[in-house]
């Protein structure tokens, strides 16, 4: 089974500054990938950013970055030069390669607040 | 490029009415298609998944149920709706070559 696991509920940052939200995931599937979305007040879900859990390299995204770190089963979001658009509820997801079964598993989101 | 449409975009229905929730995509063929459910405050809840006209995997037990009866349009039913129903519904797409799943601007369903 995998599970996702979002630790703050919570966050703030001055626009301008850089933040970092966590997630941390397990899985025993070995081909998968992970997923951060943003959800604004409009509440449609946003793609952010995507890692394939076979790439060591960072996934990038303009200001948006994640620290992928397998071992310890950890896929961080750092949000650069933060914006007052950028506060949203950010959630993190996992999904097992192989279109067909499609499950993303979310985590219970992230709830991100800017200050002008 | 592709789009994904959901309508009614509010709801408020009494307990005990039918329900019906419309996805549709453009810009795409032969889609995977996706339900969720997210209730006040929580993340997201997949119900049904499609991979192609009439195949639908439920994954959780409960009141609804979804159809695919063409191509690029899913739908979401009741007979006879829960108060347990009320919450944020999402529908998604992907292809078929990979994981990303693509969201539409969801529907606001209360029960009364």
């Known amino acids: ?116 | 490029s592709q789009t994904i449409h959901q309508w009614p975009a509010t709801l408020v229905q009494p307990v005990g009415s039918p329900l019906s929730l419309e996805c549709t995509v453009e810009g795409t063929s032969n889609p995977n298609l996706y339900w969720y459910r997210q209730a006040a405050g929580r993340g997201l809840q997949l119900l049904f998944y499609s991979v192609g006209i009439g195949q639908i995997s439920s994954e959780v037990p409960q009141n609804l149920s979804a159809s695919r009866p063409q191509d690029r349009q899913f739908i979401l039913s009741s007979k006879k709706l829960l108060l347990s129903d009320s919450g944020f519904y999402l529908c998604a797409w992907s292809t078929t070559r990979t994981d990303t799943q693509y969201f539409g601007p969801g529907t606001r369903l209360t029960v009364l």
């Open chain 1, 1 to 116: 089974a995998q599970t996702v696991t979002q630790s703050q509920p919570e966050m703030s940052v001055q626009e301008a500054e850089t933040v970092t939200l966590s997630c941390t995931y397990d899985t025993s599937e070995s081909d998968y990938y992970l997923f951060w979305y943003k959800q604004p007040p409009s509440r449609q879900m946003i793609l952010v950013i995507r890692q394939e859990a076979y790439k060591q390299q960072n996934a990038t995204e303009n200001r948006f970055s994640v620290n992928f770190q397998k071992a310890a089963k950890s896929f961080s979001l750092k949000i650069s030069d933060s914006q007052l658009g950028d506060a949203a509820m950010y959630f993190c997801a996992g999904g097992r390669n192989g279109g067909s079964q499609g499950n993303l598993i979310f985590g219970k989101g992230t709830k991100l607040s800017v200050k002008p």
